[in-house]
């Protein structure tokens, strides 16, 4: 089992049949739930992913690709799980549907309800209910009539859930053949302050002009800038790396320092306006990254760490509960600047993240707006509510909890209940409840993986996961010049940190950001941006296995 | 060859690996299918990936290592390790993370525990398992009291046949839980891992229970149409084996209003009707006369039923001591109230002067002790006799949660060695402390006198739990002569309960029983937009100063009851009614003439035994509602 393009293959022809395997066991579970699934779609994702299992033939044979497959395979792994749990998504009308919602649930709920009829009720009971007076019976599936399921070719092949994979997937062919070449990295190496303006430039001005955040949909057409951003901050850290390690009181020159401080602060004004603050997250997390591991000297690294953690902890102290900071001394009055300061926005992630399940007094500036509707739409239907409010005041306490959990935690609660429903194994493909998480396709994934999967299918993701960072930091390691050394490892830390702060946000051990988990989450332009950067990564180990080939018959030459 | 035969003889289909009975094991074998073999591939990713060590430079090969190494690690790249060492590490914490939610949450999270109601999972599974059927006492489909139909829409729904007549008793889905929450059991794990499903599940959903209770659908029904209009509270029982026959409160709500949230809030908030609460279970009335019925079987109990009291002299009042207010009888009544006579005489002419009298004379261990025995409870003082919470031992039901969801707020009377005699008097003749006792008691304590034996039977309510004793009160003679004394009050001349002899004239039935009439403070709502009533007053606070505060207005309220047993040679039914608010009249002209009706319609309806039932061509049969 060496770095042969062949074994690689094998294994992902096996991931292309488990994942067909899947596919059939979400069709059945869907069977039993009284609807189908668009076998369309099956077979599109089938196609998909033996498209995928079939390109590293031609990359090896035409492309003379000579890097490491481990980024390449575990990359397909995480994106035919992925692929298997948008599957049993988006067969479902409940999920999908916006006005059939409650159609499709009744449906699924009386499905349910005629099995167990069939099953158990006696002809006479049958008959008192209005129903034909049959037998007990085991179900039989063949005889029933399941909702039909939307299926039309023309519509799933032209469908953006098909073109989209197709577009990063030949996206990443070309990146491959592009960055493999000396002469294009030499360029963005140069031109690195270039780039990062000219990104910087239109992204700022759709950001000011629509500042509703996530724009088409769901769609984030700001996500692949990222890449020139790294790629920008990669170039001028390369070139300042050995300044910046001459310290002068442990502390830089000015001219060297600022340029970078410049290049790195630039990418977070857009996702500022856009209040995009995952993005923020990660991007500050591989800075730091890229930083510690360029400059060698030991006491600016703990300065950098130390501020990174000095922030976090005013974030956190900021964001604190009240009745928790009012345990500690001094802790409320330290806060209150702090919290004035912070966007409403953060403060509801924070409260959610350290105390979900207990809701805010209706008082709390962040969420008093949302409990006001609310009560508002509650006063609509029962004229009275005023009146008992002040009678019982215990009623307050009890539309706030229902507010809470209807409005912000609302989401977080049910990935939570999903977590905790999922056990060891989950609950089987197609036999949870994962479309009671909304846009759990996409940011709540791995709520979805771990309900239907369980504890077990959260490890596979996990280890994928570390199988391409470790891999990517191998290419790191092996990189010969400082700038692809640099750009390796930030993107590495970068789809590392971004699946971490994910997968975090839905465990409970982060706030929640709103960013996807790449390959895995369904998702337009981030499905795009995490296929470029494997694709770039690919480049990077390919240069690397040239370099030594080259180097190694050059040498041999010589001789 | 034998190989290929092999292959074309399995069968290909999945559902025929895993057990295609149970449905459900399809997907969840193949997922696990998935499972294993994706592991089993990533173990290969990551073997060929480690076993993939970086190519090495021709140069290389003839150095001593420790160049090699220096040649190798650099700063920058033993950087890029530590980080990727970190990496791992956070990747597994943020696990760890999860395996908590998974394993640890559920057990030691207790706001995670509190909240899983929130949990939209229980509520689909939920929507989606039938319960089973609730039946009446005749057990047959045919008069289901919660079953499920097919609505037009073609939805299943639990469908009530009583829904408002027996609201108190089913219970809402939120607030607290009644019969339609507690009878069914809980499933013991209705969200199966994939695993279990394969391996522990071994047969179809096995249906839930139909449950049989005692009530009678159409007493029940007949119950509550005899309560319309007015405010009160029925309970209707078989004193020989404790059975609810029928327990209904008014006002009542529809079960299905309650389902919303604005509902809810609506019927919560009507504080002038409280529709949400039980009468019958959970409201104290005042008992009045009817009251008397426990000091009499306290008398029997002491062997003191033959006591006689000295006359009284003018003004005709009980004085229990000296400067000590009178006890009278409302507005000299009764004009032999204030001579010496018997038990059974006063019983009759519901003397408050002798049983006060012979309250006083029983002392607070002996009627404190027959209380007890009934169910009440005795306590020391005032403060204590509002604060005994609910009884549910006082049921015979096969769990907790039954008897839990429709246990009777406990009835209590003070019995402390505090209390004045003039208190304790009024207390032996239903007034004054005696005032807590809800309607579910009073009928308990005439069904303790109905009962052949003398015993009290613990009520039950599902149909199928052997009956059971919850204490033996009296002797049967003493009980059949206790029963004889109530017949004075509906049987003889001068009766106060005389009308239901009127009423039941012609059927051969004889009766006992007791009437009640009491006084109650109440507060006043106003009618039309249903607040409480208040007026302003003011009252200094703890500065001194002089403060407005709104007190509410409350007024006289006259509860009219009646308890009683029928027939007397062996009673079927033990009654117990309340009505509210009945103005200047008393409650055998008010409660009285409801329970007759009631135990005319038992007749009908066969519950007081064969021999009662009236001819089957005098009566039309009835369609059932």
């Known amino acids: ?559 | 060859m034998t190989l290929l035969l092999f292959f074309l003889q399995i069968s290909w289909k999945p559902e025929s690996w895993f057990g295609g009975q149970i449905l459900e094991r399809t997907p969840a074998g193949l997922s696990l299918v998935y499972l294993i073999g994706v592991a089993v591939l990533l173990i290969f990713l990551i073997l060929s990936f480690l076993r993939n060590t970086r190519l090495k430079f021709a140069f290389e090969e003839n150095l001593p290592k420790q160049v090699k190494r220096k040649l190798t690690s650099t700063v920058t790249n033993r950087s890029l390790r530590i980080w990727q060492f970190v990496f791992v590490a956070l990747a597994l914490t943020v696990y760890g993370f999860h395996v908590y939610w998974t394993y640890y949450a559920d057990k030691n999270n207790e706001q995670f525990q509190a909240l899983s109601y929130k949990d939209l999972r229980t509520r689909r599974t939920n929507a989606a398992r039938l319960r089973g059927w609730m039946l009446d006492r005749s057990g047959k489909l045919g008069s289901a009291l919660a079953y499920y139909k097919v609505e037009k829409d073609g939805t299943i729904d639990r469908t009530f046949a009583l829904e408002k007549e027996m609201a108190h008793l089913l219970g809402t889905e939120r607030g607290t839980p009644g019969l339609e929450r507690t009878l069914y059991k809980a499933e013991a794990d209705p969200m199966p891992e994939a695993w279990e499903i394969l391996t522990k599940i071994k047969k179809p959903e096995e249906e839930q229970r139909d449950v049989r209770i005692t009530i009678d659908r159409d007493l029940q029904a007949y119950v509550a149409q005899q309560l319309q209009g007015k405010k009160g509270a029925i309970v209707v029982m078989n004193p020989q084996t404790g059975d609810v026959l029928a327990m209904y409160s008014n006002p009542s709500f529809a079960l299905s209003d309650a389902e919303k949230l604005e509902g809810y809030l609506r019927l919560e908030g009507d504080k002038m009707n409280k529709p949400l609460l039980s009468r019958a279970t959970r409201e104290y009335y005042v008992p009045g006369s009817t009251f008397k019925t426990l000091t009499m079987m306290s008398a029997f109990r002491a062997g003191q039923q033959d006591l006689m009291f000295p006359d009284l002299a003018a003004p005709d009042c009980y004085t229990p001591y000296k400067n000590s207010r009178p006890i009278c009888d409302a507005g000299g009544s009764c004009e032999i109230c204030s001579v010496s006579v018997p038990l059974r005489e006063a019983y009759k002419v519901s003397s408050n002067q002798y049983f006060a009298q012979l309250a006083n004379a029983l002392g607070r261990d002996r009627m404190g002790e027959t209380a007890r025995l009934v169910g009440i409870a005795p306590v020391d003082t005032p403060e204590d006799a509002l604060t005994q919470g609910y009884f549910a031992d006082i049921w015979n039901a096969s769990n907790k949660r039954i008897a839990n969801s429709i246990s009777p707020t406990r009835s209590t009377i003070v019995t402390g060695s505090k209390l004045s005699l003039y208190d304790f008097g009024l207390e032996g003749m239903g007034q004054g402390l005696a005032g807590q006792m809800t309607p579910f008691q009073m009928a308990l304590i005439a069904s303790a006198a109905g009962n052949m034996q003398g015993m009290l039977m613990k009520p039950r309510i599902e149909a199928d739990v052997p009956p059971q004793m919850f204490a033996q009160i009296l002797t049967p003679q003493q009980a059949a002569e206790v029963r004889d004394i109530m017949s004075t009050v509906t049987e003889e001349a001068g009766g106060t309960g005389g009308v239901v002899k009127s009423k039941l004239s012609g059927t051969n039935i004889s009766t006992g029983g007791k009437t009640g009439t009491a006084e109650k403070e109440a507060l006043v709502y106003d009618q039309k937009t249903g607040r409480l009533k208040t007026v302003t007053k003011k009252r200094k606070n703890e500065n001194g100063e002089l403060v407005e505060y709104q007190d509410p207005v409350s007024y006289e309220r006259t509860d009219g009851w009646f308890i009683c047993i029928a027939p007397l040679e062996n009673p079927q039914v033990a009654i117990a009614v309340v009505v509210e608010d009945i103005g200047n009249r008393f409650g055998g002209q008010t409660a009285a003439p409801i329970a007759a009706d009631v135990i005319l319609k038992a007749r009908e309806l066969g519950l007081l035994g064969e021999q009662y039932r009236p001819k089957p061509q005098t009566t039309q049969p009835k369609k059932r509602k």
């Open chain 1, 1 to 559: 089992m060496k770095n042969r393009a062949s074994s690689h293959i094998v294994i992902l022809l096996l991931i292309v049949f488990l994942t067909a395997i899947s596919h059939y066991a979400i069709h059945y579970g869907a069977l039993i739930r009284g609807y189908e699934t668009s076998t369309m779609t099956g077979f599109r994702n089938i196609a998909l992913l033996f498209l995928l299992a079939i390109l590293p033939i031609f990359l090896a044979r035409f492309g003379k690709f000579q890097g490491n497959w481990a980024l390449y395979t575990s990359a397909v792994l995480l994106f035919s799980i992925g692929l298997t749990v948008q599957y049993r998504l988006f067969s479902d009308q409940e999920y999908v549907s916006k006005k059939d919602k409650a159609e499709a649930r009744q449906e699924k709920i009386k499905t349910a309800q005629m099995h167990y009829i069939q099953q158990n009720y006696s002809p006479e009971k049958k008959q008192m209910m209005g129903l034909p007076p049959t037998e007990k019976a085991p179900v039989d599936l063949s005889k029933e009539t399941p909702r039909p399921s939307e299926d039309s070719f023309f519509g799933t092949v032209f469908s953006g859930r098909t073109i989209i994979p197709l577009f990063a997937i030949a996206c990443l062919i070309g990146v491959i053949l592009l960055f493999r070449r000396d002469d294009v990295l030499e360029i963005l190496q140069k031109n690195g302050f270039l780039l990062v303006v000219l990104t910087l430039v239109p992204l700022l001005l759709a950001a000011i002009t629509s500042r509703a955040g996530k724009s088409i949909g769901n769609m984030t057409p700001w996500e692949p800038a990222k890449i020139p951003f790294l790629i920008g901050f990669a170039a001028i850290l390369a070139v300042l790396y050995k300044n910046l390690a001459r310290t002068y009181w442990g502390v830089p020159r000015a001219k060297d320092v600022i340029p970078l401080l410049f290049m790195a602060m630039l990418p977070f004004f857009p996702f500022f306006v856009l209040k995009d603050f995952g993005q923020m997250m990660v991007f500050s997390s591989v800075y730091v990254t890229l930083y510690i591991i360029a400059v060698r000297r030991l006491p600016q690294r703990f300065v950098l760490i130390g501020s990174v953690l000095l922030l976090v902890c005013v974030l956190v102290v900021g964001a604190l509960p009240e009745d928790t900071q009012a345990k500690i001394p001094l802790l409320p009055t330290l806060a209150k600047p702090v919290k004035k300061v912070l966007p409403d926005r953060i403060q509801q992630r924070f409260h959610l993240w350290l105390d979900g399940f207990n809701p805010p007094t209706p008082e709390t500036d962040w969420w008093k707006e949302d409990y006001d509707d609310y009560y508002k739409k509650l006063v609509e239907k029962e004229p009275n509510l005023p009146q008992m409010l002040e009678e019982d005041p215990n009623l307050q306490k009890s539309i706030n909890v229902d507010a809470w959990f209807d409005i912000l935690a609302f989401q977080p609660a049910q990935a939570t209940f999903g977590l905790s429903s999922g056990g060891t194994t989950g609950r089987g493909l197609g036999l949870g409840y994962v479309e009671l998480i909304p846009v759990s396709d996409s940011d709540y994934i791995y709520a979805a993986i771990a309900e239907e999967l369980g504890l077990f299918g959260g490890l596979l993701v996990i280890f994928a996961l570390i199988t391409l960072v470790s891999a990517g930091i191998r290419t790191a390691v092996e990189a010969r010049d400082m700038f692809s050394k640099l750009c390796a490892a930030g993107l590495t830390a970068f789809i590392g940190f971004q699946a971490l702060v994910n997968m975090g946000g839905i465990t409970r051990a982060l706030p929640m950001t709103g960013i996807t988990l790449p390959f895995v989450s369904h998702g337009g332009f981030s499905l795009i941006t995490s296929f470029i950067m494997l694709g770039m990564l690919m480049a990077f180990s390919h240069r690397n296995s040239v370099d030594r080939l080259v180097e190694a018959e050059l040498i041999n030459e010589n001789r």
